[in-house]
């Protein structure tokens, strides 16, 4: 059984104050301790089984008999969440008084000043709504309307009538409090308590300052039935989080919790994941806990950092799944790896030594940092931590944590640029039903108005919280991300390939010629060079972007410059394709969105992002070793066809597979040329045949569109489609292959066509730059 005293509770992260805001190179550790909502017990129970029952109610046992657990209805809390057997007793002891279901109330919100609530009732339950106005000569801020929600909590922020004639705004007074203090000049102090036996969360104490902000966050009155919401949750934390791992986003929304924390482009982040597999939590629960936090690794990597991790288990003793020191010297730093180990950690390998020592998972966090400020002293000065604690909050060993928890804030402090800037932010997510607020409270910084302690009831409100934390849908620059739906509709489809673009272009004769395109930048279009001829306009030139985004004007058409149709005529090769590659510039960049995202494109920064590489890994070499190592590489390109899209798959032959496809490049009409390496480059992918697999093929209006692989979860293209050996498509889109229907792809890794993307996408005077490596 694990149990925390409320003083180690206390003790065990105090908070230092200020963030640092404007250091370019900033190290997020992130402590994640996964203390959970269910408590085993020996298998020897000998509680009695009567007198257990809830009024109103259920209740139900653990496994082996040794916890019992009420629940109710929805808008309902039992007055006993949990009972416990202990040396033959049930804790608490059942007595004479029933447990019960209860309405769940809200906190009270009649002590808003300077104003009038209605209705003025003595409790109100889930549902009521309440409204607020205020007396002649007060301004009126915050909500209007209330209301009382099922997690015990109001709906909107605090109402607040005030005369706006002090230096510090009004503070109000949150429901379910009271206020002492009435000035508001710089220095002066509020402070706050709750009323009916409510936990405060929050700040206490307030103070007016300088900037005409008050200290701190302000407060708020929780019951022991009240939670945030999964969505709550992510809201406040993915704010901070996104800020951290310095996502670029056209409009970013800040809310009540948002924090302003930037860093430089390549920011460095040190990830510390610290997972509890002592008795107090079964195995069932464990596996949750370690989908939690492989789905917050995965989350993190979406974006064009490069974070560097250590993961531990503990029970009585701590496990290290990766050191900080093996990931950075890159012994062992390949997340897809690490997430493995991580999944195959066995919840049995900790043997008998079960208990719960909070205090050396913190040494050994310390114990690391320590090394890596010896390393590196100067990067460690620009590092910023950030502790997140994941806990019911209970330990049974292992002594006061207080000591680790302090040494590891000295070591912060002492090690900052300046005294204005503290690099430790103290998260608490509180889970389960033995939560104590009031304890936890004291683990978080109190600092900004910006919520760091959040309430969930459970492991599966948890994943919710990190499922959302992180919103595709809002953070619009990541490039690769695609949903792929497959609901039989379509009205997601575009979210499907969102980078897709049809290209249209309109001869002298008035005839139409289409081309494919990828969105690479909110201002660029890739696409192939053949597309366009001498003679065509850029007001000739026609882009959609989805069945909502037509007609797009374009700036500029920019092909290769070392793109010659003609360049070897005289070697019997009428039409010759190396470095068929153009961009098109948009006139205005587009507003990106959930159907609307830049692909990814190789050797870039962004791209590490999308693969899981460290700042150390991110090369062009690693990139191409990553993506086409094998002999037949899995690819994919689009065809449109007037409204219907389709995706053809396809091999990339390497090795052994390439010299028969490139060979069969003098097959096609028109070619005389007896070297088939003077037709087909190694600036050339090929696709294509029958063997290994039977390939799709590509068709004329096919020609520009992305050749794209999928590693993981984001979609990176390695390939323009260009030309074909021959063309079965005059009578079926998805005509039948044969042996020497072959098609080639300019590649994204020949070092001229780089070069030519590198020098217009990586100028950040033509729109959001990529960062080449």
């Known amino acids: 059984m694990c149990g925390l005293p409320r003083l180690l509770f206390h003790l065990l992260c105090e908070p230092d104050k200020d963030i640092m805001e404007h250091e370019p190179w900033m190290n997020l550790f992130l402590l994640v301790i996964l203390c959970p909502f269910i408590t085993g017990a020996p298998s020897s129970v000998s509680c009695p089984n009567d007198n257990l029952s809830i009024r109103g109610g259920r209740f139900s046992f653990s496994k082996d008999g040794s916890i019992v657990r009420y629940t109710c209805s929805e808008g309902y809390y039992p007055t006993i969440r949990i009972r416990r057997c202990i040396k033959s007793r049930w804790n608490p002891l059942p007595k004479r008084k029933q447990p019960e279901c209860k309405k769940i109330t809200c906190p009270d919100p009649r002590g808003f000043e300077n104003g009038e609530v209605y209705p003025n009732q003595k409790q109100f339950f889930v549902n009521d709504t309440t409204h607020y106005s205020c007396h002649s000569g007060y301004d009126f801020r915050g909500s209007g309307t209330r209301v009382c929600q099922a997690n015990g909590k109001w709906s909107g922020g605090t109402p607040v009538c005030g005369r706006n004639s002090d230096h510090c705004p009004d503070p109000g007074v949150p429901a379910g409090s009271t206020r002492t203090g009435h ?15 409510l936990t405060l969360i929050g700040s206490k104490e307030r103070i007016c300052q300088e900037n005409g902000q008050w200290s701190g966050t302000e407060p708020q009155c929780y019951a022991d039935f009240t939670y945030d919401s999964p969505e709550e949750a992510s809201e406040g934390f993915s704010s901070s989080l996104k800020s951290n791992l310095a996502v670029s986003q056209q409009y970013e929304v800040t809310d009540q919790y948002g924090k302003k924390i930037r860093v430089g482009s390549g920011g460095k982040l040190d990830i510390y994941i610290v997972l509890d597999v002592s008795d107090s939590i079964d195995e069932e629960e464990f596996k949750k806990a370690k989908g939690v936090i492989k789905t917050l690794i995965e989350k993190i990597s979406y974006y064009e950092v490069s974070p560097n991790y250590e993961i531990l288990i503990f029970a009585t003793d701590v496990a290290r799944i990766v050191s900080m020191r093996d990931f950075k010297s890159g012994q062992n730093n390949n997340l897809l790896d690490i997430l493995q180990r991580l999944k195959d950690y066995d919840y049995n390998s900790k043997g008998d030594r ?17 090394i890596e400020q010896m390393r590196d002293k100067e990067e460690f000065k620009k590092t910023q931590h950030i502790v997140i604690m994941f806990t019911d909050g209970q330990a049974n060993m292992g002594g006061n944590p207080r000591l680790w928890v302090d040494k590891i804030k000295d070591l912060v402090k002492q090690n900052t640029l300046s005294e204005e800037q503290d690099n430790l932010d103290l998260y608490v997510f509180g889970m389960g039903d033995d ?22 009831q459970n492991l599966e409100d948890l994943q919710q919280t990190f499922d959302g934390m992180i919103d595709e849908g809002t953070s619009v620059s990541l490039c690769g991300l695609y949903k792929d739906y ?6 997601h489809k575009r979210h499907r390939y969102p980078w897709l673009a049809k290209i249209s272009v309109t001869r002298n004769n008035g005839k139409i010629s289409n081309c494919v395109g990828s969105l690479v930048t909110s201002s660029f279009i890739l696409t192939a060079a053949h597309c366009f001829r001498f003679g065509d306009t850029r007001e000739r030139i026609s882009v959609d972007l989805g069945s909502d985004i037509k007609g797009i004007k374009v700036k500029a058409y920019i092909p290769h410059k070392l793109y010659n149709v003609t360049a070897k005529k005289n070697l019997g090769i009428p039409e010759y394709y190396e470095f068929d590659v153009a961009l098109i510039q948009l006139e205005k960049p587009v507003i990106l969105g959930l159907g609307l995202r830049p692909i990814c494109i190789p050797c870039t920064k962004e791209a590490s992002g999308a693969l899981r590489l460290t700042n ?18 899995k690819a994919s390109f689009m065809s449109i066809m007037g409204k219907i899209v389709e995706r053809k798959d396809i091999t990339i032959k390497q090795g052994k597979w390439r010299d028969s496809c490139v060979q069969d490049a003098k097959k096609a009409d028109g070619i005389t040329a007896k070297n088939a390496r003077d037709i087909v480059t190694d600036n050339f992918l090929c696709s294509g045949g029958i063997e290994p697999t039977v390939d799709d093929i590509a068709c004329k209006g096919d020609s520009g569109g992305a050749t794209f692989v999928v590693p993981g979860n984001r979609i990176v293209q390695v390939g323009v489609v ?20 072959r098609d080639y792809h300019t590649s994204l890794f020949s070092p001229e066509v780089r070069k030519f993307l590198q020098l217009y996408l990586g100028d950040e005077k033509l729109g959001t730059p990529l960062t080449f490596l």
């Open 183 to 197: 000035v508001f000049n710089i220095d002066d102090k509020v402070s706050y308590r709750c009323v009916n036996k």
């Open 354 to 370: 079960t208990g719960t020592d909070i205090a050396r998972a913190y040494r050994s966090i310390l114990e690391s940092m320590q």
């Open 435 to 456: 939560v104590n607020s009031e304890d936890i409270n004291d683990l978080k910084t109190d600092r900004g108005n910006e919520k760091f302690f959040f309430k969930l």
């Open 486 to 491: 497959d609901d039989g509709t379509n009205s």
């Open 616 to 633: 150390k890994e991110g090369t062009c070499k690693k990139h191409k070793e990553e993506l086409m190592s094998a002999e037949t590489v």
């Open 722 to 741: 260009s030309w074909g050996v021959k063309d079965l498509c005059k009578d079926s889109r998805k005509p039948r292959p044969d042996s020497h229907t």
